[in-house]
Nanobody
């Protein structure tokens, strides 16, 4: 069982920055891949960024060049640095971990970008 707790969401102005954090309840080395997903009101959940255990990263086209995913093995934490935020980035952001081919999700953190 893997528990994930996100934090760092909030209200930010257009063009601002936020850093999301996702703390895992297990050693991050044991997790095959982690990622950030988001769901805006009335829309389906979509992938934002992922990172594998080996460090391979992937980004959606909509955030490429603005968001950066990273992790701290010492803190068992995954991060999403979000710069140049736009109103269309407003959503609930969820952390996901894959361990032993099982998906685990956090409860989400709300990011609101005001124009």
């Amino acid at each position: 069982q893997v528990q994930l707790v996100e934090s760092g969401g909030g209200l930010v102005q257009n063009g601002g920055s936020l850093r999301l954090s996702c703390v895992t309840s297990v050693d991050i080395f044991s997790i095959e891949a982690m990622g950030w997903y988001r769901q805006a009101p009335g829309k389906e959940r979509e992938m934002v960024s992922t990172i594998t255990r080996a460090g391979t990263t992937n980004y959606s086209d909509s955030v490429k060049g603005r968001f950066t995913i990273s992790r701290s093995f010492a803190k068992n934490t995954n991060y999403l640095q979000m710069n140049s935020l736009k109103s269309e980035d407003t959503a609930v952001y969820y952390c996901k971990a894959v361990r032993s081919s099982i998906d685990y999700w956090g409860k989400g953190t709300l990011v609101t970008v005001s124009s």
